[in-house]
């Protein structure tokens, strides 16, 4: 497969906002189960760094993703491991831990390479005609001998 050619600064952009949406959901969750007397502006004043954090993973990783299409020039799993490993580093910086960063990139990058090489929860059958499903079964799936005579 050959890469697309693809904005990505500005995929990393939308992939921040959206991870952000969703950091700040996590912080108002969070900011819910404090005990403290600041109210809701502390889902920016105390929990606010998760908004961040969850933000730059995201943008990390679509950039780290785009960044390796565009030097590879193919577009595969192997990108999305790169871009996980990238976000996972990332979750290890700020927990100013060495062997946590390495063990978030493997993690990480072993994740999304592993949700990308299966067809993203699709499934490797999406988009098969029934006769090709079956024929797919029928390779995967081990033959007895009742079951070849048949």
């Known amino acids: 497969m050959t890469a697309h050619q693809k904005d990505t600064i500005a995929d990393a952009g939308k992939a921040a906002a959206v991870a952000g949406g969703i950091g700040l959901i996590m912080s108002a969750m969070q900011n819910t189960v404090q005990k403290h007397t600041v109210g809701a502006k502390g889902v920016l004043t105390r929990t606010g760094g998760t908004v961040a954090f969850f933000a730059a993973m995201g943008g990390i990783f679509t950039l ?63 988009g098969k005609s029934r006769e090709e499903r079956l024929e797919e079964q029928k390779t995967f799936f081990k033959q007895t001998a009742s079951t070849e005579e048949a």
Not at 93 to 119: D, L, R
């Open 64 to 126: 780290g993703e785009g960044a390796a299409q565009s030097v590879r020039g193919e577009d595969d799993a192997i990108n999305a491991g790169i871009g996980g490993c990238a976000a996972g580093a990332l979750a290890g910086i700020k927990a100013k831990s060495f062997s946590k960063m390495c063990a978030g990139c493997a993690a990480v990058g072993a994740t999304m390479y592993a949700f990308e090489a299966t067809g993203q929860m699709k499934g490797g059958l999406n």
